[in-house]
C-alpha cells in the first residue's frame, strides 16, 4: 500500500519560512518523480513544484519562482519543499505527489501523478 504523508506545515507570519516534508512508504521513490501542488479555498489545485527521480531537474510554478525550493533524499524516501518569504497568498492546503517519470510527462498537469498524500495546511498571516 502506497502512502505519502506530509508534515511541517503551520502558521507563520508574512516573510517567514516552512519546510515541508513528505514521507513515502510502499514505493521505491527513487523511481517516481515527485511533485508538491497546493489548493487554496475555492481554488484549482495548483502547481507548485516537481523534482525528477534523480534530482537533476526541478521545475517550479511562476508563483513561487525564487522563493521556493524541493529537493529530495532517496535513501529516506523523502521529499522537501523549503518555502522562504512566504505571502498570504501561499496559504493552502499543500498535497504532495508522486509521478511515474517518462520524458516530456507532463509535471505541472496534476493528473500526470497517481499517488497523493493527504495533505498539510500552510496559512500565512499578513
Known amino acids: 500500500q502506497v502512502q505519502l504523508v506530509e508534515s511541517g506545515g503551520g502558521l507563520v507570519q508574512a516573510g517567514g519560512s516552512l519546510r515541508l516534508s513528505c514521507a513515502a512508504s510502499?514505493?521505491?521513490?527513487?523511481?517516481?518523480?515527485m511533485g508538491w501542488f497546493r489548493q487554496g479555498p475555492e481554488n484549482e489545485r495548483e502547481f507548485v513544484a516537481t523534482?525528477?527521480?534523480?534530482?537533476?531537474?526541478?521545475y517550479y510554478g511562476d508563483s513561487v519562482k525564487g522563493r521556493f525550493a524541493i529537493s529530495r533524499d532517496n535513501a529516506k524516501n523523502t521529499v522537501y519543499l523549503q518555502m522562504n518569504s512566504l505571502k498570504p497568498e501561499d496559504t493552502a492546503v499543500y498535497y504532495c505527489?508522486?509521478?511515474?517519470?517518462?520524458?516530456?510527462?507532463?509535471?505541472?498537469?496534476?493528473?500526470?501523478?497517481?499517488?497523493w498524500g493527504q495533505g498539510t495546511q500552510v496559512t500565512v498571516s499578513s
Open positions: 505527489a508522486a509521478a511515474n517519470y517518462f520524458t516530456g510527462f507532463y509535471y505541472y498537469n496534476k493528473n500526470a501523478y497517481k499517488y
Open positions: 510502499g514505493l521505491t521513490s527513487s523511481m517516481y518523480a
Open positions: 523534482i525528477v527521480p534523480s534530482g537533476s531537474t526541478i
